[in-house]
């Protein structure tokens, strides 16, 4: 199914996705077959059939959370939230980032929670630099990023999706050419140019309409030779804040350090239980 959706043969990634959904259906890797919704969702959410995207995605949110599997349950809600945005629904969106925030933040210890802790600080980083806030989006990727370099449970799919949303900071910043940079290293980490992610394609619009095409191609081959560990290293340093030294640090109710110490004082309702795994998605 993953190589016919890198190829672009959507039809031939939805007719495996059915075989194996069939295979599910008749007992036969049950809990593969509420992957395989989560999987249909994303690539439904390509060719543009969002009503059945959305159908397929809260069919799999509903039997992950009634499991309580906090991990998966979030993979779909964070999907169902890629979807809000292609939408334009931000406060929709904005919502399922929370929910999935809330689920994960006080239970990194599983590394495949962290995983989605991981993905949804992005999601979160993204939402902010989207409304302005660049200082609170960068602490959002930090969080994303932090302790990457020690993590062995985040595959390059993960990691890929990390480096896009630090593009879209990067060129809401300006810096148009490493944005495209860091969109070839997504693509060099993924295996295959995804035109399908909301941040990737916002950010790729915005950056080669700055600089134009050809320079854009350029930085983003140049991006492609960076390889995950050069990534890694290098990462941190573009998500730090750029705010004056000394400046006054509130950042309203969208920061990480707000939304952090009120998580500290609440304990969500959520999705609790489930096995650690690794990264689902490669």
Avoid at 24 to 39: K, N, W
Avoid at 59 to 73: F, N, Q, S, V
Avoid at 141 to 167: C, I, K, Q, S, W
């Amino acid at each position: 199914m993953q190589v016919r959706l890198a190829r672009g043969d959507f039809e031939g990634a939805l007719g495996l996705a059915e075989e194996a959904q069939g295979f599910s259906e008749s007992g036969i890797g049950m809990d593969a077959g509420t992957m395989v919704l989560i999987f249909v969702g994303e690539v439904l959410i390509r060719t543009g059939d969002h009503s059945g995207a959305r159908k397929s995605l809260e069919r799999a949110l509903e039997i992950l959370e009634r499991r309580g599997d906090i991990a998966d349950a979030g993979t779909a809600a964070l999907a169902l939230c890629e979807l809000a945005l292609w939408e334009g629904d931000r406060a929709a969106a904005r919502e399922l980032a929370e929910r999935v925030y809330d689920w994960t933040e006080s239970r990194q210890n599983r590394p495949d929670v962290k995983l989605v802790a991981r993905r949804v600080h992005s999601r979160l980083g993204c939402l902010a630099e989207e409304d302005g806030d660049l200082d609170a989006a960068a602490r959002r990727h930090a969080r994303a990023l932090d302790g990457l370099a020690d993590d062995v449970f985040a595959g390059n799919p993960t990691v890929a999706g990390l480096a896009e949303g630090l593009a879209a900071l990067v060129d809401a910043r300006g810096e148009h050419a490493r944005a495209a940079e860091l969109l070839g290293t997504a693509h060099a980490l993924r295996g295959y140019r995804d035109p399908g992610t909301y941040d990737g394609h916002r950010t790729a619009e915005s950056a080669a309409a700055a600089i134009g095409d050809a320079a854009f191609a350029d930085a983003y081959r140049r991006g492609r030779a960076v390889d995950r560990e050069a990534f890694v290293a290098r990462a941190p340093g573009m998500a730090a804040p750029v705010r004056p030294e000394g400046a006054d640090g509130a950042d309203g109710a969208d920061g990480a350090d707000e939304a952090d110490e009120a998580d500290e004082a609440e304990t969500s309702d959520g999705p609790e239980r489930g096995d650690a795994r690794t990264d689902p998605s490669g």
